[in-house]
């Protein structure tokens, strides 16, 4: 134990010493040359990026004080986000939907209890590694609980995505099986016959057998259904989606078209970014000055409906309203493209970028005093 003490200070050191030569070169010429080593270096507290975690972590901390016990629902930081909005983060990206801090984004998925919930992961990982965990040696248990606490600081700073939670899911369940052979091993007697014991095991088995072929069974039954309903239908509308941007066929954009409607046909995961995506197109190759041929017609007023529909369907979500109003007002409608913009700043009264849009649309209208108004 002295030995692995020490071992430990040694390492401890070295880190120390690493990272402060690091500091103290970071402006030196090779630093500058390697692209890991100059992010690296350009990490500091006046940082742009870093200051813009400071602003929304104040933003969510706020959502969290209006709902701390059951939260705002999975998902929905956008509405956090929205309301609570920090005009210094007017040279940023305008529409986050996370965090980019996993234990904010659990309070405000679900409130407190969810985050407590999470955190209790990490505190019975912790407890089965060092507790109940024998088979490991020493070395292995501080490797798992170091790769458990370098991920649990990574989340201060980043969120979640499905390959860093298969990892984390994956660590947790090897935890857990090593826990019980310890039990396992305690709880077999050696007194026992070989036959007897045998005959219990044998009994067990026989009994779980019936039991794994009714859940077998019923897992394959619900994944192929899962699969057809749920995993299908996005795939499809993702890959029609970019058939409906990219191809340049003999049918012309009639057939882009036509595309555009299969794509929002699917109903699944893509519906809103196909409609953002044909309307940001529709507006594109509008120009009033030089006529609008049938189809720029069929475009823009089946992106209009569309957009209308994401803004009645996400009527809370300040983003679908801009959207829809954005578009409207840029196409010549623009009494009913306010209607829209003003809802998406009652939404988010403090965004600069929505009160611009307003203040454009009311420019356009010759109607001088309101867009003065919106731009100051």
Same mark, same amino acid.
């Given at each position: 134990?002295?030995?692995?003490?020490?071992?430990?200070?040694?390492?401890?050191?070295?880190?120390?010493?690493?990272?402060?030569?690091?500091?103290?070169?970071?402006?030196?010429?090779?630093?500058?040359?390697?692209?890991?080593?100059?992010?690296?270096?350009?990490?500091?507290?006046?940082?742009?990026?870093?200051?813009?975690?400071?602003?929304?972590?104040?933003?969510?901390?706020?959502?969290?004080?209006?709902?701390?016990?059951?939260?705002?629902?999975?998902?929905?930081?956008?509405?956090?986000?929205?309301?609570?909005?920090?005009?210094?983060?007017?040279?940023?990206?305008?529409?986050?939907?996370?965090?980019?801090?996993?234990?904010?984004?659990?309070?405000?998925?679900?409130?407190?209890?969810?985050?407590?919930?999470?955190?209790?992961?990490?505190?019975?990982?912790?407890?089965?590694?060092?507790?109940?965990?024998?088979?490991?040696?020493?070395?292995?248990?501080?490797?798992?609980?170091?790769?458990?606490?370098?991920?649990?600081?990574?989340?201060?700073?980043?969120?979640?995505?499905?390959?860093?939670?298969?990892?984390?899911?994956?660590?947790?369940?090897?935890?857990?099986?090593?826990?019980?052979?310890?039990?396992?091993?305690?709880?077999?007697?050696?007194?026992?016959?070989?036959?007897?014991?045998?005959?219990?095991?044998?009994?067990?088995?026989?009994?779980?057998?019936?039991?794994?072929?009714?859940?077998?069974?019923?897992?394959?039954?619900?994944?192929?259904?899962?699969?057809?309903?749920?995993?299908?239908?996005?795939?499809?509308?993702?890959?029609?989606?970019?058939?409906? %941007?990219?191809?340049?066929?003999?049918?012309? =954009?009639?057939?882009?078209?036509? *595309? +555009?409607?299969?794509?929002? #046909? /699917?109903? !699944?995961?893509?519906?809103?970014?196909?409609?953002?995506?044909?309307?940001?197109?529709?507006?594109?190759?509008?120009?009033?000055?030089?006529?609008?041929?049938?189809?720029?017609?069929?475009?823009?007023?089946?992106?209009?409906?569309?957009?209308?529909?994401?803004?009645?369907?996400?009527?809370?979500?300040?983003?679908?309203?801009?959207?829809?109003?954005?578009?409207?007002?840029?196409?010549?409608?623009?009494?009913?493209?306010?209607?829209? %913009?003003?809802?998406?700043?009652?939404?988010? =009264?403090?965004?600069?970028?929505? *009160? +611009?849009?307003?203040?454009? #649309? /009311?420019? !356009?209208?010759?109607?001088?005093?309101?867009?003065?108004?919106?731009?100051?």
């Amino acid at each position: 134990k002295k030995v692995v003490r020490m071992s430990a200070v040694g390492v401890l050191v070295a880190v120390a010493l690493f990272v402060g030569g690091f500091v103290a070169m970071r402006d030196a010429e090779f630093v500058k040359e390697s692209p890991v080593l100059s992010r690296f270096s350009a990490i500091s507290l006046t940082e742009q990026t870093t200051k813009s975690r400071f602003m929304v972590w104040n933003m969510a901390y706020q959502g969290f004080k209006e709902h701390p016990v059951l939260g705002w629902g999975m998902e929905n930081f956008n509405y956090v986000f929205n309301k609570y909005y920090d005009p210094n983060m007017w040279g940023q990206e305008q529409w986050f939907d996370r965090a980019h801090n996993v234990f904010f984004d659990w309070l405000i998925a679900g409130g407190l209890p969810a985050l407590l919930g999470y955190l209790s992961l990490f505190g019975c990982a912790i407890y089965c590694i060092w507790r109940r965990a024998d088979e490991l040696s020493i070395v292995e248990k501080s490797v798992l609980t170091g790769l458990l606490g370098g991920y649990f600081f990574q989340n201060l700073f980043v969120f979640d995505n499905l390959t860093s939670l298969i990892y984390f899911g994956t660590i947790l369940a090897y935890v857990e099986s090593m826990s019980h052979r310890g039990v396992e091993s305690q709880n077999y007697s050696p007194s026992k016959t070989r036959t007897s014991w045998f005959e219990v095991e044998s009994r067990k088995t026989k009994d779980g057998e019936d039991l794994t072929f009714v859940v077998s069974g019923g897992a394959v039954i619900l994944a192929l259904v899962l699969i057809y309903t749920v995993n299908y239908n996005g795939f499809m509308q993702n890959t029609t989606l970019i058939r409906a %941007l990219s191809e340049r066929g003999a049918e012309g =954009p009639a057939r882009n078209l036509a *595309l +555009f409607k299969e794509t929002i #046909a /699917y109903n !699944s995961f893509g519906t809103s970014e196909t409609r953002e995506q044909l309307g940001q197109l529709s507006m594109g190759g509008f120009d009033a000055s030089k006529g609008i041929s049938e189809i720029q017609k069929q475009f823009l007023d089946f992106a209009g409906s569309e957009l209308e529909k994401q803004a009645a369907e996400f009527s809370k979500d300040a983003r679908y309203q801009v959207f829809a109003g954005s578009f409207l007002s840029r196409v010549g409608m623009v009494e009913k493209g306010l209607v829209y %913009l003003n809802k998406a700043a009652e939404l988010s =009264p403090r965004k600069q970028a929505i *009160l +611009f849009e307003i203040g454009s #649309a /009311y420019y !356009s209208t010759k109607d001088m005093a309101k867009a003065e108004e919106a731009f100051k």
